[in-house]
């Protein structure tokens, strides 16, 4: 992983929130164990005592929004903000991969749970680290032939409305990309997001690398 030089300028933004938004359907338990074997080495990577990364974490706060799809009785696993990395790794250690019914998942209200989150104003930097290898439903961002709602999401929630929600937090919103199915999705939501959505190959890198990346671009662009 290259080195990174972090400004010295907007102190706030070393203050950061960082929210895992994960698809736990059954397909993802490979992915779900490395989030949470992954968390340590983040942490101890950003903090400030590694002078490589220049302390770009003053504060790393942590959570994860877990999330199936309409059909699952336990649809959403939550973990509020935790300044403890333990408490992150026993919460995900917790989480079983399972439900999912139809290919697509219920994106729109993983992405709704995070948005509820006590976002602190006191933090600079706000993060959405999107891992997931089902798009949402709706043919609109997909190509699969089997979707329950093909027509779109069935509360009638759209990317614009959510992608707004995302830009008035000033939450930046990255993408951990695991196959090609995700990549229409992405494409629509990134027409609502304004710009084109930071996506990072897990399959080619670890996921490590790729949510320090991603940390170290939205604290660099608010510096």
């Known amino acids: 992983m290259e080195e990174k030089q972090i400004p010295k300028q907007n102190e706030s933004a070393r203050n950061i929130e960082l929210c895992f938004l994960l698809d736990v359907t059954g397909s993802m338990q490979p992915h779900i164990d490395e989030c949470r074997d992954s968390i340590k080495q983040i942490v101890e990577i950003l903090k400030p005592n590694k002078t490589k990364y220049a302390g770009i974490a003053k504060l790393l706060r942590l959570s994860l929004i877990g999330y199936r799809d309409h059909c699952d009785e336990k649809q959403f696993e939550i973990l509020n903000f935790t300044e403890s990395p333990e408490e992150f790794r026993e919460f995900v250690s917790a989480v079983p991969a399972d439900g999912g019914g139809d290919q697509p998942e219920d994106v ?5 749970k995070a948005l509820e989150l006590p976002w602190s104003s006191q933090c600079g930097t706000k993060v959405i680290f999107h891992i997931a290898d089902a798009p949402c439903h709706g043919k609109k961002y997909h190509n699969i032939r089997c979707d329950d709602y093909p027509n779109g999401d069935p509360k009638e929630r759209t990317e614009t409305n959510l992608f707004r929600m995302i830009k008035e937090k000033d939450i930046d919103y990255h993408f951990g990309r695991i196959g090609t ?13 304004g710009k084109e959505i930071k996506q990072y190959d897990i399959k080619k890198i670890t996921m490590t690398e790729s949510v320090i990346s991603a940390v170290c671009h939205s604290v660099t662009v608010r510096r």
Do not use: H, L, N, P
């Open 181 to 193: 199915t995700t990549d229409k999705m992405i494409r629509v939501f990134s027409e609502a997001y």
């Open 108 to 112: 729109f209200g993983g992405i709704e």
